[in-house]
């Protein structure tokens, strides 16, 4: 079990304390801190069933500054979250081959 975290994220800290109160000690990684490859964000979407876009923040600066309302892959998509870690929705907890994404924090819920 991992949690993909960031502890200045309200949401974050509230899924970790859920998780917390339900006897789970997931890995967790600051993802902003050890950012994830493409490699392994390819695989967190697998899990999530979702599209790269799908686990961007769209509410971003840095997004709307350079990727609002243009086009790219998925490949694009991944390289994109890979180099700015901080457009990665959060958190993300990740339980053997299923993930959800925290928000809200009782989602994570739906795969232990």
Known sequence: MEIY??????????TLQLLHSKGLEPDIVE????????????GILA????KAEEL???NEA???S??????YSEDEWVRILSDNPRLIERPIFIKDNKAA????????????
């Not at 993802?31 to 390819?42: N, S």
């Open 31 to 42: 993802y902003l801190d050890q950012v994830p490859t493409m490699k392994e964000i390819k």
């Open 62 to 64: 840095i997004y709307r």
């Open 66 to 71: 350079k990727f609002k309302d243009n086009s």
């Open 47 to 50: 899990k999530l069933g979702i």
């Open 56 to 58: 961007v923040r769209k």
């Open 5 to 14: 975290h960031n502890p200045r994220c309200r949401k974050s800290r509230e």
């Open 101 to 112: 994404l925290g928000r809200p924090p009782e989602n994570v819920l739906s795969i232990l």
